[in-house]
C-alpha cells in the first residue's frame, strides 16, 4: 500500500516571503500523479497543483511550484511571495495512475502567515 | 454544472442512531469515494466504488455501509452511530483512465454523535 508522509505539522512564514512544505510518499508504482490540495477553515478540498510522475519537468501554477524527485520519492511545495489567504490546512496526495482506489492523502501541514 | 453534492452537510445523532449520507455527481463519473477527515489525520478512504454495481472497502470501513444506486449516487449509511464516527465526511469522484484523473470533491458533511 502507498504511504504518504507530511513530516511538518505546522508551519509559519511572513508575509511576502518563501515557504516550502514537505512531502515524502511511498510506492512500488513507477506511473502515478501527486497532489497538493488547499483545505481552508470552510473545509473546501481546493487542488493546488498536479504533478504527473512520467514528466520530469516541475508542475508551476502562479506562485505555487513543486520539486518533484522521482528517485528520491519527494515531492515539496513551494509558496512564493506568500500572501494572508494562503493561510490553510495544505495535503499532500498520491494516486495510481490507472488505479481506481482513490487518493491516499499526508496528514497535512497547517500554514501560518504572518502579517 | 452542480459537481458533487452531498447532504445533508450538518447533521447531529444520539448514539445507537442510523443515518444516511447521500451523494451525487452530474459528471457521468465512473469511481466514487467516501473519506472522512478527523483532527490530525488527513482524510482517510472508507469506500469506494469504482463503477456501477461494485463497491470496495478502503481504509477505515468498519462501521459503514455503502450503496451504489446507480452511477450517478453513491450513499454512505451509518447504521448504529458511535461518538468515534463524529467527523467531516467527504464524497469525490474521479474519472478513471489515461486521459486524466481529476478528482472532484464534495463540500463535506459534518457529523457530531453525542
Known amino acids: 500500500a502507498q504511504t504518504v508522509t507530511q513530516s511538518q505539522p505546522e508551519m509559519s512564514v511572513q508575509e511576502a516571503e518563501t515557504v516550502t512544505l514537505s512531502c515524502t510518499y511511498d510506492t512500488s508504482e513507477s506511473d502515478y500523479y501527486l497532489f497538493w490540495y488547499k483545505q481552508p477553515p470552510s473545509r473546501q478540498m481546493i487542488l493546488v497543483i498536479r504533478q504527473e510522475a512520467y514528466k520530469q519537468q516541475n508542475a508551476t501554477e502562479n506562485r505555487f511550484s513543486v520539486n518533484f524527485q522521482k528517485a528520491a520519492k519527494s515531492f515539496s511545495l513551494k509558496i512564493s511571495d506568500s500572501q494572508l489567504g494562503d493561510a490553510a490546512m495544505y495535503f499532500c496526495a498520491y494516486k495510481d495512475r490507472g488505479g481506481a482506489d482513490g487518493l491516499t492523502f499526508g496528514k497535512g501541514t497547517h500554514l501560518i502567515i504572518q502579517p | 454544472n452542480a459537481g458533487v453534492t452531498q447532504t445533508p452537510k450538518f447533521q447531529v445523532l444520539k448514539t445507537g442512531q442510523s443515518m444516511t449520507l447521500q451523494c451525487a455527481q452530474d459528471m457521468n463519473h465512473n469511481s466514487m469515494y467516501w473519506y472522512r477527515q478527523d483532527p490530525g489525520m488527513g482524510l482517510r478512504l472508507i469506500y469506494y466504488?469504482?463503477?456501477?454495481?461494485?463497491?470496495d472497502k478502503g481504509e477505515v470501513p468498519n462501521g459503514y455501509n455503502v450503496s451504489r444506486l446507480n452511477k450517478r449516487e453513491f450513499s454512505l449509511r451509518l447504521e448504529s452511530a458511535a461518538p468515534s464516527q463524529t467527523s467531516v465526511y467527504f464524497c469525490?469522484?474521479?474519472?478513471?483512465?489515461?486521459?486524466?484523473?481529476?478528482?472532484?470533491f464534495g463540500e463535506g458533511s459534518w457529523l457530531t454523535v453525542v
Open positions: 466504488s469504482a463503477s456501477e454495481g461494485t463497491t
Open positions: 469525490a469522484s474521479i474519472s478513471v483512465g489515461y486521459s486524466g484523473n481529476t478528482i472532484y
